[in-house]
């Protein structure tokens, strides 16, 4: 069993800056990726940003190039998400995911809300 833990959404207003932890916990033996994902209301879930295990990789949704950053501590098996530039539109649900051979995990889940 994987526990995936996040934290550090909030309601911040336009134009400023969020940092997401997700600390994963329990039978890890290989991570493949470690990533992010949002679901505003009304809206799919979407992919907000993925790294690979040793982070030589990353890949990002278009509308958060050049604002976001992912990290990870591969000691610490945590993903970190740095949020600049924050739009009202960056207004989701965001979901921490691990996968793990073929099983993907995903985190409760933390609100993030951009508003003047």
């Known amino acids: 069993q994987v526990q995936l833990v996040e934290s550090g959404g909030g309601l911040v207003q336009p134009g400023g800056s969020l940092r997401l932890s997700c600390a994963a916990s329990?039978?890890?033996?290989?991570?493949?990726?470690m990533g992010w994902y949002r679901q505003a209301p009304g809206k799919e879930r979407d992919l907000v940003a993925v790294i690979t295990n040793r982070g030589s990789n990353t890949n990002y949704a278009e509308s958060v190039k050049g604002r976001f950053t992912i990290s990870r501590d591969g000691a610490r098996n945590t993903v970190y998400l740095q949020m600049n530039s924050l739009k009202p539109e960056d207004t989701a649900v965001y979901y921490c995911?691990?996968?793990?051979?073929?099983?993907?995990?995903w985190g409760q889940g933390t609100q993030v809300t951009v508003s003047s």
């Open positions: 329990g039978s890890i033996f290989s991570i493949n990726t």
């Open positions: 995911t691990v996968a793990l051979g073929s099983l993907t995990y």
